[in-house]
């Protein structure tokens, strides 16, 4: 079975399981289980997988990476159900195992709404969501069909912040800032974005199901500024796929994902802003205060820099 096909295939039985315990605690062990069962059992192919609560399973010379989180945006989810809740995966390949980890290549990513019906696909550049609606090469002003939660999937009408006005709707901008401590996200990243017109709109999203949001036009830019685990990188990967554009919180393209153990789990190792073109994600890069988020974070930073300059 090709790992697409698998991820399509195994997200239903997660999802599934997931609205059937949410809101108990801490489902999420479980349910890492059977997607490793699962992403390990294939004759097909090797496969690695990492999950968030701490499954690390390599095979020897992996095809793949699978970086798996079960309960993405889990707080949301528990409070409330909000469409940002999924069970999502990110995909590797070009796989490299080193004594403490491992890097690939962004291929591949699953995303599936547990409070909703959508699935959010990719694999080598190309996106579907539900199964039905899918996207190669996909052109700023080109007619697409779908909606995702209402929002119509068409050309992307905002070229850059300085074009908001007049009758064009509103810019959102998310990150994932929802949780006590994340003050610093909320005043040197949202609040920052805020200051390039009244036209722009905020909010507290989260996890992956944030950052994919920008590939089917909901948010103008979305982010993960604050260093985190990288399986929080399917939305980026969705987002890349649907033709938006992104990079780590210094410019830098996320081109190799990297995991790192050690014994209080997987190291934070993963930044990203999302945005709809280039000029977008410029603009985006140029209003974060990367300073005063290093400052407030500056442990995470100090970690987070030391392990990407040995990419």
């Given at each position: 079975?090709?790992p697409?096909?698998?991820?399509?295939?195994?997200?239903?039985e997660?999802?599934e399981?997931?609205?059937?315990?949410?809101?108990?605690?801490?489902?999420?062990?479980?349910?890492?289980?059977?997607?490793?069962?699962?992403?390990?059992?294939?004759?097909?192919?090797?496969?690695?997988v990492?999950g968030?609560?701490?499954t690390?399973?390599?095979?020897?010379?992996?095809?793949?990476?699978?970086?798996?989180?079960?309960?993405?945006g889990?707080?949301?989810?528990?409070?409330?159900?909000f469409?940002w809740?999924?069970?999502?995966?990110?995909?590797?390949?070009?796989?490299?195992?080193?004594?403490?980890?491992?890097?690939?290549?962004?291929?591949?990513?699953?995303?599936?709404?547990?409070?909703?019906s959508?699935?959010?696909?990719?694999?080598?550049?190309?996106?579907?969501?539900?199964?039905?609606v899918?996207f190669?090469?996909?052109?700023?002003?080109?007619?697409?069909?779908?909606e995702?939660?209402?929002?119509?999937?068409g050309?992307?009408?905002?070229?850059?912040?300085?074009?908001l006005?007049?009758?064009?709707r509103?810019?959102?901008?998310?990150?994932?800032?929802?949780?006590?401590?994340?003050?610093?996200?909320?005043?040197?990243?949202?609040e920052?974005?805020?200051?390039?017109?009244?036209?722009?709109r905020?909010?507290?999203?989260?996890?992956?199901?944030?950052?994919?949001?920008?590939?089917?036009?909901?948010?103008?830019?979305?982010?993960?500024?604050k260093p985190?685990?990288?399986?929080?990188?399917?939305?980026?990967?969705?987002?890349r796929?649907m033709?938006?554009?992104?990079?780590?919180i210094?410019?830098?393209?996320?081109d190799?994902?990297?995991?790192e153990?050690?014994?209080?789990?997987?190291?934070?190792?993963?930044?990203?802003?999302?945005?709809?073109?280039?000029?977008?994600?410029?603009?985006a890069?140029?209003?974060?205060?990367?300073?005063?988020?290093?400052?407030?974070?500056?442990?995470?930073?100090?970690s987070?820099?030391?392990?990407?300059?040995?990419?």
């Amino acid at each position: 079975m090709e790992p697409v096909e698998l991820l399509r295939e195994t997200g239903d039985e997660v999802r599934e399981r997931a609205r059937e315990q949410l809101p108990d605690s801490e489902p999420d062990e479980e349910l890492e289980k059977i997607w490793e069962e699962a992403l390990t059992g294939n004759e097909g192919f090797n496969s690695a997988v990492v999950g968030e609560e701490g499954t690390y399973t390599v095979e020897k010379e992996p095809d793949y990476a699978f970086l798996v989180d079960p309960l993405d945006g889990t707080s949301g989810a528990v409070n409330g159900g909000f469409p940002w809740a999924t069970t999502t995966v990110a995909v590797l390949e070009d796989v490299k195992v080193g004594e403490n980890g491992l890097t690939g290549k962004p291929c591949g990513s699953y995303i599936g709404q547990i409070s909703g019906s959508t699935e959010l696909y990719s694999w080598n550049g190309e996106a579907s969501i539900d199964g039905e609606v899918r996207f190669t090469d996909v052109e700023p002003d080109e007619e697409l069909p779908g909606e995702v939660d209402g929002t119509r999937i068409g050309p992307r009408t905002v070229e850059s912040f300085e074009k908001l006005s007049g009758d064009i709707r509103k810019g959102i901008v998310s990150a994932y800032a929802a949780k006590k401590g994340r003050r610093p996200v909320r005043e040197h990243f949202l609040e920052a974005f805020e200051e390039l017109g009244e036209r722009v709109r905020t909010e507290n999203g989260g996890g992956s199901y944030t950052g994919a949001s920008v590939g089917f036009g909901k948010s103008l830019v979305a982010g993960e500024p604050k260093p985190t685990v990288p399986t929080e990188s399917a939305g980026e990967i969705f987002a890349r796929a649907m033709d938006a554009e992104s990079s780590d919180i210094y410019g830098d393209i996320n081109d190799r994902i990297q995991v790192e153990k050690s014994r209080e789990g997987l190291e934070r190792t993963y930044t990203s802003i999302i945005a709809g073109n280039d000029e977008i994600l410029e603009e985006a890069i140029e209003a974060v205060n990367v300073e005063g988020l290093e400052q407030a974070y500056e442990e995470d930073f100090d970690s987070y820099t030391e392990l990407r300059e040995g990419l």
